[in-house]
């Protein structure tokens, strides 16, 4: 798969994730259709471990963090789907913190990948830094919610429309062949690209 190709998946993943996770949470919110919604939420948990899977192998070992990030997010999520199937009142707690927590593990993940986004020359300067500055923004709102201040809403806003841009951007264009001024970025060790 070529590098442009990889990154419209992972365009595609990115904005998918945002449909499967809140319909997902939606519909597990109504007793008669928490299993519809907890299906989503797998699915959204499968989504977002591809994301890190197919980063890794765009990037090589600099989306080793990212990967992992990416991999405790979708386990953590899962963690929450199997609360949300108890249907316990005790819960719904559980399904909250193991919610902040993956967000939490996604944005540390995300920092070195934005980093290495821009020293690939893979995306503009402008839309890495908004994706550090959005992921670092989300792991302290994650943080916050954990010790009880309700401000992980807000602070997840700059993360998530830096996932929405830069979805909607990788679905349209991909990631391009020739990052940066015209030098081509060579293929991870190890991995190639067949086009």
């Given at each position: ?45 499968v ?70 986004l821009?020293?690939?020359?893979l ?42 841009t ?30």
């Amino acid at each position: 798969m070529s590098t442009r190709t990889i990154g419209r998946v992972i365009g595609m993943l990115f904005l998918s994730a945002f449909v499967l996770y809140g319909g997902g949470a939606a519909l597990a919110g109504s007793a008669s259709t928490v299993e519809a919604g907890a299906v989503l939420m797998v699915a959204n948990c499968v989504a977002v471990a591809t994301i890190g899977v197919l980063a890794l192998r765009m990037l090589g070992t600099d989306a080793v963090p990212y990967l992992v990030g990416r991999v405790g997010e979708a386990l953590l999520l899962a963690v929450g789907v199997v609360f949300v199937l108890l249907r316990a009142p005790v819960t719904d707690a559980a399904v909250d913190y193991s919610y902040q927590v993956a967000m939490l593990s996604l944005g540390i993940g995300s920092i070195p990948f934005c980093v290495a986004l821009r020293r690939g020359g893979l995306v503009p300067y402008w839309l890495a830094m908004w994706g550090l500055v959005g992921y670092a923004v989300l792991a302290l709102g994650a943080v916050a919610e954990i010790l009880g201040y309700a401000v992980g809403v807000a602070l997840s806003v700059p993360g998530g429309l830096f996932e929405l841009t830069f979805g909607a951007l990788l679905l349209v264009r991909g990631l391009p062949l020739r990052p940066g001024r015209g030098s081509r970025r060579p293929e991870p060790a190890g991995i190639a690209s067949v086009a």
